[in-house]
C-alpha cells in the first residue's frame, strides 16, 4: 500500500531517566521531500531521529516508518526495516581500518549476495553521485570533513534506501563544502525519489533546499512552515532563531545571582 | 557529610552490581552471536593477526627471559642440595603449570586487551557501532564476536610458546651456560611432567584466562563513555581487571586441579 | 593488510603454537597415561604404602610398566589395597612381587615389580600375593635404637 507519508510521529514522547526531552511531538515527512528538524542545541532533535532511526523507542505515542510502526518490532524486523534506510553521521562514522571504495562497499557486502564486479560498478556509481570517485583508495583519515561526510552519504544510499536521516550534515563545514552537501542532499532527494530528514542549525543553508521546517523548542513544535513561511514568522523564537539574534527568548545570560550583587561580594573586604 | 559519603558507597556499589550484570549478559550475547564469527572465519582470522601475531614478540622475548632466570636462580637453589640435575624439572614444572599460562595471560592482557578495549571503545566515540546498527548489521556479531573467539584461541597458543621458549631459555643457561649434564636434563624432566596433570591443565587454564581477559577487554571497550578520557580510563581498567581475574581464576583453578596431588 | 599476507602470518602463528604445544607434550612431558583398552588391572595388598598415591608409576626392573589406579583401606582386613593399571604388552608371573620404592633419596613413591618364576601369568583380576610393605622412617630409627640398645645391654 503507498503511504503518502514516510514518516510519522504521533503525539511521541521521551525521557532521559527522569528527564524529558520530547512531550508530545506530532510530525511527519511526505514522499520526495527534505524536511528539516531545527532548533538549538539539546532541545530533543537529534532524540528525534534516533527514534525514527529505532535506536531508542517513544516512551508515548507511535513512530511510524513506511507504514510500520516502530514501538513493536523486535530486532530481526527492526533490522529488516532499517535496509531502507540510511544515516549520515555528524563526522562521516566512517569505518577506519578500511578505505573509502570498502566502506561502501560494506552494506552491499553485508544485505546482497552480489559479485565483486556488480559491486565494484555500483560503489563506483555511487561516488561518483557524491563526486568522489577518483578518492576510492583513501583512507578515512586522508579525508577532509567535508569529503568524508561526503563518502558518509555515498555509503548511506548504497542500498538506495526509501529515507535518509542527517544528523547535523552542515556542521563545522567550510562555505564551499557546506553549498556541496546541500546541494546533494536535494539533488538526491529528488532524482532517487528519497524522503529527506535533515536535523540541523545551519538556517541559511537549509532554509535553502527544504521543502518542509519543524521547530523544536523545550520538547515540542513550537513553528512548522515552508521555508518561505518560516523565513516571514513573527514568533519571537523562530525569528531570533533565523535572525541570529543574541537575545530573545533564548536569553543571552545564563541564569545567575544578581550582578551587583556578585560585584559587592567579591569587593567587600574580610 | 558521612551520610553523604555512606550514600555514595551505596551509589557506587549498585552501579558497580549493575555493571557486572551488564557484563554477564553482554558475555552471554557474545556467545549466542557467535555464528557469524564463525561463517566468516575470515573476521576471526583478522583479529586472530591483530591479538595473536602481534603478541609474538614480546611472549617469545619474555619466555626466553624468564626460562633462563629460571634456570639462574633454580640452579643456585637446588645446588645446596647437591641435586643440580633436577633443574630441568623444575624450569619445566614452573613454566608449564604456572608461569606459562599466567605470564603470557598478563602480557596478552596488557598488550593486546588494552588494544581491543581501545579500538571498540573509539569506534563507540566516533559513532561507528551506531553506523553500523543503522545499516542492519549487528555490531556484536561483526565486530565482538570474532575479536573474542581470536583471543580464545591464541591464548593457549600463546602460552604453549612461551612454556616452549621458556624451556629452551632454561636449557641454554642450566646445560651450555652452566654444564648442567644434558641428558639428565632432559630425561628427568620427562619423568616428571605428565601430559594430563601438568600440561593439559596448563592448557586449559590459558583457555579460561583467555575467555576472562578477552571478554573484559571487549565489555570496557563497549561500554567505555564516548570522550578522551572514557576509552583512556576504560583501557586502564581492562588491563588491571583482566590482570587480576587471572591471578584470581589461577588460584582458583590451581586449587581445582592440583588438590587431588595432596 | 593485504589479506593473503595477514592469512599466511596467522596460519604461522597457529602451526607455530600447536607445534610447541606438541614438543611440550612429547619432548617434555611424558605420555605414558596407559589406555585403558591396552591395559589390565590386578590388585595387591600391603599393610603400609607410605606415601604412595594414586597415579604413582608401577615399574618393573626400573622400566615404567603401568600406574597404580586407587588406594583403598579394607576396612575387613586393615590393609591397604592398592589397584595397579599394568600394559597389556607385559605379562608377569603370577608369583611376581610387588614392593613398594622410593626414587632417589627425597623422591615420590612408585610399586617396584619382581618377577616370579611361574609359567602362569597375571590376568586381570588376579591379585599379587607376595608384597613387601614400604620403607618407614620412624620404624627404621626405632628398629637402629632398639638394635644399639641390645648391642651395649650385655656389655
Known sequence: MQHDNLVELENVAFSYGARPVLKGINLTAKRGQVIAIMGSSGCGKTTLLRLIGGQIKAGQGQVRVAGTSLNALDQPALYRLRRKMGMLFQFGALFTDMPVYDNVAFPLREHTDLPETAIRDMVRMKLHAVGLRGAAQMMPAELSGGMARRVALARAIALDPQLVLYDEPFAGLDPISLGVIGNLIRRLTDTLGLTSVVVTHDVQESLKIVDYVYFVSDGVIVAEGTAAEIRASTLPYVHQFVHGEADGPVTFHYPAPSYTDDLRLGGRSA | MLKQAIANLGNRTLQGVGRIGFAVRFFVAILLHSGTAFRRLGLTIREMYFSGVQSLIIILVSGLFVGMVLGLQGYETLQTYGSEEALGILVAMSLVRELGPVVAALLFASRAGSAITAEIGLMKATEQLSAMEMMAVDPVARVVAPRFWAGVISMPLLAGLFSAMGIFGGYLVGVQLIGVDEGAFWSQMQNAVDFEQDILNGVIKSVVFGIAITTIALFEGYDAPPTAEGVSGATTRTVVTSSLAVLALDFVLTAFMFRGLG | ?155
Open chain 3, 1 to 155: 593488510m593485504n589479506k593473503t599476507v595477514l592469512d599466511l602470518w596467522v596460519g604461522l602463528f597457529v602451526i607455530a603454537g600447536i607445534a610447541a604445544l606438541l614438543f611440550l607434550t612429547f619432548k617434555v612431558g611424558s605420555m605414558n597415561a596407559v589406555n585403558t583398552t591396552d591395559s589390565y588391572e590386578v590388585t595387591a595388598r600391603f599393610e603400609n604404602i607410605g606415601g604412595l598415591k594414586a597415579r604413582a608409576p608401577v615399574k618393573g626392573a626400573g622400566v615404567v610398566v603401568g600406574r597404580v589406579v586407587d588406594v583403598r583401606f579394607d576396612n575387613a582386613t586393615y590393609e591397604a589395597a592398592v589397584t595397579l593399571r599394568l600394559d597389556k604388552r607385559y605379562a608377569f608371573p603370577k608369583d611376581t612381587s610387588a614392593a613398594i620404592m622410593t626414587s632417589g633419596l627425597l623422591g615420590e613413591q612408585y610399586i617396584g615389580l619382581e618377577a616370579g618364576g611361574d609359567s602362569i601369568k597375571l590376568k586381570e583380576g588376579d591379585s599379587i600375593l607376595i608384597t613387601q610393605d614400604a620403607v618407614v622412617l620412624e620404624n627404621l630409627i626405632g628398629q637402629f635404637l632398639y638394635g644399639k640398645a641390645q648391642e651395649g645391654a650385655p656389655k
